[in-house]
């Protein structure tokens, strides 16, 4: 199986404050890697799919970067409502599988 | 639209089996470019992908290694539904369970559309 690490498990920021989350793969992945927001008690809502390209919706201040192991999900400023678990998924191949996760909480 | 609607039991003992279904509006259980997959949450656990079916010509499966002897999803095209089966429950596998499509026509897979979640207790 394909392993998933984010960095950090968890931030504090504020409003307005630039935010990076880090995913790495176990091995090389190509830009088959997906990103997703999860609020309390709701399904993750799906934010970036292959690496960069933003959902239908999202708003523009989130972004993804990356390819090979090394990925970037970069909210560029936070708003209220990014306060949030983020995680990453990898789509390269069976089984489906996510990272632990990056709860982003206000400072 | 589309929407995934979940059905089943909150509390089953062990030992039982589990059966959810998601049933689907605005989309085809046999649309080719989608597949439909189970994924469940807990706090020890976190996201874990348990397994997925699709059709492109004919009907695949696909299913995480952990939990392959005791799980299956079928569709069930008359009804536009999908389920999960899970034999031999315990305590660990208490969890929220979620219905999900993947959207694959891009040669990309992603979880775009999700069921709201089932609470699934495992506990006598």
């Known amino acids: 199986d394909i392993q998933m690490t984010q960095s950090p498990s968890s931030l504090s920021a504020s409003v307005g404050d630039r935010v990076t989350i880090t995913c790495r793969a176990s091995?090389?992945?190509?830009?088959?890697l997906n990103w997703y927001q999860q609020k309390p008690g709701k399904a993750p809502d799906l934010l970036i799919y292959a690496a960069s390209s933003l959902q239908s919706g999202v708003p523009s201040r989130f972004s993804g970067s990356g390819s090979g192991t090394d990925f970037i999900l970069t909210i560029s400023s936070l708003q209220p409502e990014d306060f949030a678990t983020y995680y990453c998924q990898q789509s390269s191949s069976a089984p489906v599988t996510f990272g632990g996760g990056t709860k982003v909480e206000l400072k | 639209q589309v929407q995934l609607q979940q059905s089943g039991p909150g509390l089953v003992k062990p030992s039982q089996t589990l059966s959810l279904t998601c049933a689907i509006s605005g989309d085809s259980v046999s649309t080719t470019g989608a597949a439909w997959n189970w994924i469940r949450q807990s706090p020890s656990r976190g996201l874990e992908w348990l397994g997925r079916?699709?059709?492109?010509?004919?009907?695949?499966?696909d299913y995480a290694p952990s939990v392959k002897s005791r799980m299956s999803v079928n569709p069930d095209t008359p009804k536009n539904q999908f389920s999960l089966q899970v034999n031999s429950l315990t305590p660990e596998d208490t969890a929220v369970y979620y219905c999900a499509r993947a959207d694959c026509r891009g040669g990309f897979c992603y979880l775009d559309y999700w069921g709201q979640g089932t609470l699934v207790t495992v506990s006598s």
């Open positions: 091995q090389s992945i190509s830009n088959y």
């Open positions: 079916t699709y059709y492109r010509s004919k009907w695949y499966f």
